[in-house]
T-cell receptor
Framework: ETGVTQSPTHLIKTRGQQVTLRCSSQ?????VSWYQQALGQGPQFIFQ???????GRGNFPPRFSGLQFPNYSSELNVNALELDDSALYLC?????????????FGEGSWLTVV | AQKITQTQPGMFVQEKEAVTLDCTYD???????LFWYKQPSSGEMIFLIY??????QNATEGRYSLNFQKARKSANLVISASQLGDSAMYFC??????????????FGKGITLSVRP
């Protein structure tokens, strides 16, 4: 039990639409990162948030955006969906204070763009 | 830039035997952390073991141990007494720094492990 919950678990969207994925974590995990994992590949870092501000971004276009809320929940928004956006989206949370292995993942959201 | 390399093709192991999954890494940062995750077909990324770059001893977690060879930049995962439930995809990942301040991980491409009864 990681204490990280993602929703929805599966969804299908049409090309050009917008999608919002959600992540909630246990209290104290004040950093959150989002990853995109295409089929057969390792996860790719999208961005990270700390104290509600973006704090690092991978090689993803601006149509990928996010929010972090005071209650440690987070959203990933993707606008103008493309077929290549079909992937598993993973949320990971960590504790800024404590060292080591405090990076926990949720079960992911499977997005299919048709 | 950080890089993780996992080049083994699909691995097969007999139940109850040990298996080693290879991982090499590249970074110019003297402070980093190395992680291994297990990902079953359901998609959840399950944490297995962590090794900090300054840790003097190899990490162990139950049946999992990490063979950390800093000079060779390798961090191989050893699973002892394999079980059928160990069949999954395994990812090696690296983080800059050794504190929780950064949750950005760089992942390898993963290795598929199949355990035979």
């Amino acid at each position: 039990e990681t204490g990280v919950t993602q929703s929805p678990t599966h969804l299908i969207k049409t090309r050009g639409q917008q999608v919002t994925l959600r992540c909630s974590s246990q209290s104290g995990h004040n950093t959150v990162s989002w990853y995109q994992q295409a089929l057969g590949q390792g996860p790719q870092f999208i961005f990270q948030y700390y104290r509600e501000e973006e704090n690092g971004r991978g090689n993803f276009p601006p149509r990928f955006s996010g929010l972090q809320f005071p209650n440690y929940s987070s959203e990933l928004n993707v606008n103008a969906l493309e077929l290549d956006d079909s992937a598993l989206y993973l949320c990971a949370t960590g504790d800024r204070v404590f060292p080591g292995n405090t990076i926990y993942f949720g079960e992911g959201s499977w997005l299919t763009v048709v | 830039a950080q890089k993780i390399t996992q080049t083994q093709p699909g691995m097969f192991v007999q139940e109850k035997e040990a298996v080693t999954l290879d991982c090499t890494y590249d970074t110019s940062d003297p402070s980093y952390g190395l992680f291994w995750y297990k990902q079953p077909s359901s998609g959840e990324m399950i944490f297995l073991i962590y090794q900090g770059s300054y840790d003097q001893q190899n990490a162990t977690e139950g049946r999992y141990s990490l063979n950390f060879q800093k000079a060779r930049k390798s961090a191989n995962l050893v699973i002892s007494a394999s079980q059928l439930g160990d069949s999954a995809m395994y990812f090696c990942a690296m983080r800059e720094g050794t504190t929780g301040a950064n949750s950005k991980l760089t992942f390898g491409k993963g290795i598929t492990l199949s355990v035979r009864p």
